[in-house]
């Protein structure tokens, strides 16, 4: 740089160019990242380890026989192998009720094979209290520490048995997650209760996170022929995986399709791609029993406003057509007439919907045509489960209280 441009501080041209350089480098680096970012997520191969997430277990030690080693009661736990539909074998845990186990005798027999003296307690705790089949999320296997926290306040604060199964390709579950597959998996649970002696009004579906998606299924399917569990719980659910990538920002701030907005059908075609289709808002009508879904507004992972989409889906028979849009935006007679309409819907949908707002801790609301609940807390993040209010949502809303 030479004396004259010191003192004026504007850089030479060649300095300009240096710098102009290293920012088309930056620049296109980042659009490289990007277009492989968005490559990789169109792969089926990427699609199935992001989505199920099933090779990741944090644990890295599976001693599923012993499911003491996990900090659950000696006996409190039957360690199991099912049979799915397609003649996989799956990886499950079966939790007496608090109730239930403290009538046992106590030290419990060894848990050291498949013929644990335990299981033929099975029949007896399912018809003396209710049972519920809970479908986890992605990630880890049905020993998780943020699992077991769930299975000991079912057990204890709703005096529930609680079925804990791992899909196709977690644990110690044979075969590779699809969709098809894991509904499957679910319904070789409910099978299991059923052919031990659990009663359909007895057992609840319980879904979480990835399980949402798996609990729809298998809600639907019962629905379609005429069988009514219990309920059907969703915590932290998400509408359809499509929604979801819509919505999804890379490292927590790069939004994954938006950039690809700006080229006609782009978006499209990276959601025409998928491999997994999970999309439980089309499942909804299909569902017949009670449902409560709830979720945190600070869930980072899926955003509250798929829970919202979900309660919507399931109150829409109950209330007239959301308006069109009006065809000419100049027009005040089609305006009045859309703005009328929107009043009517809203209107209906205080009728049909008691809300209830608890000072600090959310927002409870539910259909009074039909048992249909969400619960919007403040705080909970994704493991919402873990909540005593929603514990006990569950137990006021689905008749365990």
Known sequence: MSRSEKHSGVPSPSVMSRILKQVRRVLLGAVVAYV???????????????????????????????????????????????????????????????????????????????????????????????????????????????????????????????????????????????????????????????????????????????????????????????????????MSPFSSVRKLIDEYYLFGFLPLLRPLSVIPLAPRLVTWSLVHRFDTLTLVPDIKSSVLIAHADDDKDIPVTHASLLFDAFLSPYLPPPPLYPLNPLSPTEWDNYTSKDALRASKRHEVVSTVEIDGYGVHEEMQAAVVALLRTRRGGHDIGRVEGVQDAIGGCLGFY
């Open 36 to 234: 492989l970012a968005v490559l990789l997520v169109m792969t089926p191969f990427i699609q199935t380890r992001v989505l199920y997430a099933h090779h990741i277990d944090f644990l890295w030690y599976n001693k599923f026989d012993h499911p003491e080693n996990y900090g659950l009661a000696p006996g409190k736990t039957v360690n199991l192998q099912m049979q799915s539909s397609d003649n996989l074998t799956l990886g499950a845990w079966f939790l007496f009720s608090d109730p239930f186990y403290r009538s046992l005798p106590y030290p419990p027999p060894s848990n050291t094979d498949f013929s644990f003296p335990q299981r033929q307690h099975i029949p007896t705790a399912l018809q003396t209290h209710p049972t519920i089949l809970f479908l986890h999320g992605n990630t880890g296997t049905r020993a998780h520490h943020l699992r077991t926290a769930l299975y000991t306040a079912f057990t204890s604060r709703l005096a529930a048995n609680v079925l804990a199964i791992d899909y196709r390709g977690f644990g110690d579950s044979e075969g590779h997650p699809t969709v098809q597959g894991v509904g499957k998996d679910a319904k070789a649970g409910w099978d299991y209760l059923i052919s031990q002696g659990a009663k359909p009004e007895d057992v609840l579906i319980v879904g979480h996170s990835l399980g949402t998606a798996i609990a729809g299924l298998l809600a639907a399917e019962l629905g379609r022929e005429g069988i009514h569990p219990r309920g059907t719980v969703l």
